[in-house]
């Protein structure tokens, strides 16, 4: 009985996680996509500030940023949108835990989105301006997308870990 009530936990979970990010892509999303694009272009031109590349922030149809001759239109993929959509979902979801816990987990995971896509976005320009174009192209086309999932799988079992999870992992802890 106990592993059946544990597979019926898995599948609602995963059914949360589909629907609940369908919900946020579809629902909210058209909403609020521009403004979300328009922070990720300053907080990566401001990134890129700091690493010492001139860079500016314009706002359009599409964001973009600029670093010394690179181009980066800030599109909905950039916000990492589908991403954020999921790991909100998982958070929402996980019912083990508290609704404040939940609460907490999504505000938090919605800054270090935000957070991780700016530095992102800003060492692939920068990569570009200090290694070439070919190594804007990698960094944009594999090591962008591999940082995003890795992250965002770090995010979810640090937050998942942090409120209960050392109790669980250390024998007799206080």
């Not at 964001?63 to 690179?70: E, G, K």
């Not at 916000?79 to 083990?96: P, Q, R």
């Not at 999504?106 to 320009?125: E, G, P, Y």
């Amino acid at each position: 009985m106990p592993v059946r009530n544990t597979l019926i936990k898995a599948i609602l979970f995963i059914l949360g996680i589909c629907v609940g990010s369908s919900i946020i892509y579809y629902g909210i999303y058209p909403f609020v996509m521009y403004y979300m694009q328009q922070i990720t272009a300053i907080s990566a031109s401001f990134v890129l500030n700091i690493l010492g590349i001139h860079s500016t922030a314009t706002f359009g149809d599409i964001p973009i940023v600029t670093a010394n001759m690179f181009n980066a239109q800030i599109v909905p993929l950039c916000v990492g949108d589908i991403e954020l959509a999921i790991l909100v979902s998982a958070i929402l979801f996980t019912m083990d835990r508290t609704l404040r816990q939940r609460a907490i987990g999504v505000f938090l995971s919605i800054i270090f989105v935000f957070v991780v896509n700016a530095l992102r976005i800003a060492l692939t320009l920068a990569g570009g301006v200090w290694f070439g174009f070919n190594a804007m192209v990698f960094l944009h086309t594999f090591l962008f997308r591999l940082v995003l999932v890795l992250s965002i799988v770090f995010f979810y079992a640090a937050w998942y870990l942090f409120p209960s999870g050392f109790a669980t992992l250390i024998p007799n802890y206080p």
